[in-house]
Protein backbone atom coordinates (compact mmCIF):
# COMPACT_ATOMS: atom_id res chain seq x y z
CA UNK A 1 0.00 0.00 0.00
CA UNK A 2 1.32 3.65 -0.94
CA UNK A 3 0.73 6.36 1.24
CA UNK A 4 -0.82 9.85 -0.20
CA UNK A 5 1.06 13.33 -0.12
CA UNK A 6 -1.55 14.40 2.36
CA UNK A 7 -1.77 11.64 4.43
CA UNK A 8 2.12 11.90 5.16
CA UNK A 9 2.24 15.78 5.10
CA UNK A 10 -0.17 14.72 8.51
CA UNK A 11 2.15 11.96 9.47
CA UNK A 12 5.13 14.96 9.81
CA UNK A 13 2.84 17.46 11.76
CA UNK A 14 1.97 14.88 13.67
CA UNK A 15 5.12 13.91 14.46
CA UNK A 16 6.19 17.05 15.44
CA UNK A 17 3.19 18.11 17.93
CA UNK A 18 3.37 15.04 20.30
CA UNK A 19 -0.09 12.89 19.47
CA UNK A 20 -0.67 9.81 20.99
CA UNK A 21 0.72 6.95 19.12
CA UNK A 22 -0.69 3.16 18.89
CA UNK A 23 1.39 0.21 19.65
CA UNK A 24 1.45 -2.06 16.35
CA UNK A 25 0.28 0.92 14.05
CA UNK A 26 2.77 1.61 11.03
CA UNK A 27 1.43 5.53 10.66
CA UNK A 28 2.74 5.40 7.02
CA UNK A 29 -0.22 3.26 5.67
CA UNK A 30 -2.21 3.31 9.10
CA UNK A 31 -2.38 -0.43 9.34
CA UNK A 32 -1.81 -2.97 12.02
CA UNK A 33 1.27 -4.99 12.49
CA UNK A 34 2.93 -7.10 15.14
CA UNK A 35 4.40 -4.56 17.57
CA UNK A 36 7.85 -6.32 16.68
CA UNK A 37 7.55 -4.99 13.12
CA UNK A 38 7.37 -1.82 13.80
CA UNK A 39 10.84 0.54 13.79
CA UNK A 40 11.10 4.07 14.85
CA UNK A 41 12.22 6.88 12.75
CA UNK A 42 13.29 10.21 13.42
CA UNK A 43 12.74 12.71 10.20
CA UNK A 44 16.19 14.03 9.11
CA UNK A 45 16.46 17.17 11.08
CA UNK A 46 13.66 17.40 13.36
CA UNK A 47 15.64 18.85 16.64
CA UNK A 48 16.03 22.08 13.89
CA UNK A 49 11.96 22.57 13.81
CA UNK A 50 11.66 21.21 17.91
CA UNK A 51 14.04 19.58 20.19
CA UNK A 52 12.32 17.51 22.51
CA UNK A 53 13.28 13.99 22.40
CA UNK A 54 10.58 12.66 20.89
CA UNK A 55 9.87 15.20 18.18
CA UNK A 56 10.61 13.50 14.70
CA UNK A 57 9.27 9.79 15.47
CA UNK A 58 7.55 8.36 13.41
CA UNK A 59 6.54 4.35 13.73
CA UNK A 60 6.71 2.45 10.51
CA UNK A 61 6.62 -1.15 9.54
CA UNK A 62 10.04 -2.30 8.20
CA UNK A 63 8.03 -3.42 4.41
CA UNK A 64 7.25 0.21 4.12
CA UNK A 65 10.63 1.70 5.02
CA UNK A 66 11.18 2.99 1.08
CA UNK A 67 8.47 5.72 2.02
CA UNK A 68 10.61 7.32 4.82
CA UNK A 69 13.08 9.26 2.15
CA UNK A 70 9.33 10.81 1.04
CA UNK A 71 8.53 11.92 4.92
CA UNK A 72 11.99 13.49 5.28
CA UNK A 73 11.71 14.90 1.65
CA UNK A 74 7.95 16.43 2.68
CA UNK A 75 9.30 17.48 6.15
CA UNK A 76 12.60 19.52 4.54
CA UNK A 77 9.94 21.32 2.16
CA UNK A 78 7.89 22.36 4.60
CA UNK A 79 10.34 23.89 6.40
CA UNK A 80 12.78 24.93 4.10
CA UNK A 81 15.44 22.42 6.45
CA UNK A 82 18.95 21.31 4.67
CA UNK A 83 19.94 18.33 7.46
CA UNK A 84 23.62 18.11 5.95
CA UNK A 85 26.28 20.51 5.77
CA UNK A 86 29.85 20.86 6.56
CA UNK A 87 29.08 23.42 9.77
CA UNK A 88 29.20 21.22 12.41
CA UNK A 89 32.11 21.46 14.76
CA UNK A 90 33.57 24.90 16.46
CA UNK A 91 32.27 27.87 15.07
CA UNK A 92 33.16 31.53 16.18
CA UNK A 93 29.52 33.37 17.43
CA UNK A 94 29.10 37.27 18.71
CA UNK A 95 27.41 37.07 21.77
CA UNK A 96 24.87 38.98 23.38
CA UNK A 97 27.71 40.84 25.47
CA UNK A 98 29.11 41.82 22.21
CA UNK A 99 32.18 39.91 22.89
CA UNK A 100 33.65 36.85 20.12
CA UNK A 101 32.81 33.15 21.77
CA UNK A 102 35.23 31.02 20.15
CA UNK A 103 34.09 27.57 21.86
CA UNK A 104 30.55 27.87 20.07
CA UNK A 105 29.77 24.05 18.56
CA UNK A 106 27.52 23.11 16.41
CA UNK A 107 26.66 19.29 16.72
CA UNK A 108 26.37 16.93 13.89
CA UNK A 109 23.60 16.42 11.70
CA UNK A 110 21.96 19.79 12.94
CA UNK A 111 19.96 21.29 10.31
CA UNK A 112 19.71 24.67 8.66
CA UNK A 113 16.28 25.80 8.65
CA UNK A 114 14.34 28.79 6.97
CA UNK A 115 13.05 31.41 10.21
CA UNK A 116 9.82 33.27 9.09
CA UNK A 117 10.22 35.95 12.13
CA UNK A 118 14.37 36.72 10.96
CA UNK A 119 13.69 36.59 7.47
CA UNK A 120 17.02 34.35 7.36
CA UNK A 121 18.02 30.79 7.20
CA UNK A 122 19.22 29.85 10.93
CA UNK A 123 21.05 26.96 12.67
CA UNK A 124 20.91 26.05 16.14
CA UNK A 125 24.31 26.83 18.02
CA UNK A 126 25.30 25.16 21.61
CA UNK A 127 27.20 27.40 23.83
CA UNK A 128 28.81 27.42 27.68
CA UNK A 129 29.64 24.15 27.66
CA UNK A 130 26.36 22.47 26.05
CA UNK A 131 24.10 23.99 29.03
CA UNK A 132 22.33 26.50 26.46
CA UNK A 133 21.43 26.98 22.88
CA UNK A 134 20.93 29.78 20.10
CA UNK A 135 19.75 30.42 17.37
CA UNK A 136 22.16 32.26 15.01
CA UNK A 137 21.67 34.23 11.19
CA UNK A 138 23.56 31.82 8.54
CA UNK A 139 25.23 35.31 7.79
CA UNK A 140 25.88 35.96 11.05
CA UNK A 141 27.81 32.49 10.76
CA UNK A 142 29.48 33.96 7.82
CA UNK A 143 30.89 36.94 9.19
CA UNK A 144 32.91 35.62 12.40
CA UNK A 145 33.66 32.57 10.15
CA UNK A 146 34.45 33.83 6.77
CA UNK A 147 37.35 31.42 6.12
CA UNK A 148 34.91 28.57 6.24
CA UNK A 149 33.56 27.38 2.65
CA UNK A 150 29.34 26.29 3.52
CA UNK A 151 29.12 22.94 1.57
CA UNK A 152 25.57 21.19 1.46
CA UNK A 153 24.89 17.47 0.67
CA UNK A 154 21.37 16.84 -0.81
CA UNK A 155 19.96 13.92 -2.38
CA UNK A 156 19.45 13.52 -6.19
CA UNK A 157 16.80 13.43 -8.20
CA UNK A 158 17.68 9.53 -8.93
CA UNK A 159 17.62 9.13 -5.06
CA UNK A 160 13.46 9.49 -5.81
CA UNK A 161 13.55 7.72 -8.99
CA UNK A 162 10.54 4.98 -9.04
CA UNK A 163 8.66 7.53 -7.03
CA UNK A 164 5.36 9.02 -7.37
CA UNK A 165 5.19 11.62 -9.73
CA UNK A 166 4.29 14.24 -6.40
CA UNK A 167 7.35 13.22 -4.55
CA UNK A 168 8.64 14.41 -7.56
CA UNK A 169 6.96 17.70 -7.63
CA UNK A 170 7.90 18.30 -3.68
CA UNK A 171 11.54 17.57 -4.91
CA UNK A 172 11.05 20.26 -7.37
CA UNK A 173 9.81 22.84 -5.08
CA UNK A 174 12.13 22.04 -2.40
CA UNK A 175 15.25 22.33 -4.86
CA UNK A 176 13.94 26.06 -5.98
CA UNK A 177 13.67 27.22 -2.45
CA UNK A 178 17.60 26.10 -1.78
CA UNK A 179 18.97 26.80 -4.67
CA UNK A 180 22.00 29.43 -4.79
CA UNK A 181 21.68 29.44 -1.20
CA UNK A 182 24.45 31.96 0.42
CA UNK A 183 27.54 31.58 2.51
CA UNK A 184 27.78 35.52 3.14
CA UNK A 185 28.76 36.74 -0.83
CA UNK A 186 29.59 33.06 -2.31
CA UNK A 187 27.31 30.65 -3.33
CA UNK A 188 27.67 27.47 -1.11
CA UNK A 189 29.04 24.41 -2.82
CA UNK A 190 25.96 22.02 -3.16
CA UNK A 191 27.28 17.97 -3.41
CA UNK A 192 24.30 15.68 -4.60
CA UNK A 193 24.31 11.97 -3.40
CA UNK A 194 22.07 9.05 -4.54
CA UNK A 195 21.26 6.78 -1.46
CA UNK A 196 20.96 7.20 2.40
CA UNK A 197 24.35 8.77 4.22
CA UNK A 198 24.74 9.42 7.71
Request: with cysteine; proline share 3%.
Amino acid sequence: MCATMDHLLGVVENSLTFTSKKIGKCELTQTSRDPKDIKLHKLQGASSINDHFCAGDVFYYEGNKYMLKWLNLLFWNMYSVITKHNLEGPITIKRSSGLLDTTAIIKKNQGIRWSKSLNSYVIKVYIDNFTQDKIIKIEDIYTHNSHKELCIHIPSKDFYKDSPEWVLDVYNKWIVSIDNFRFGPNIAKTVFYDSDIE
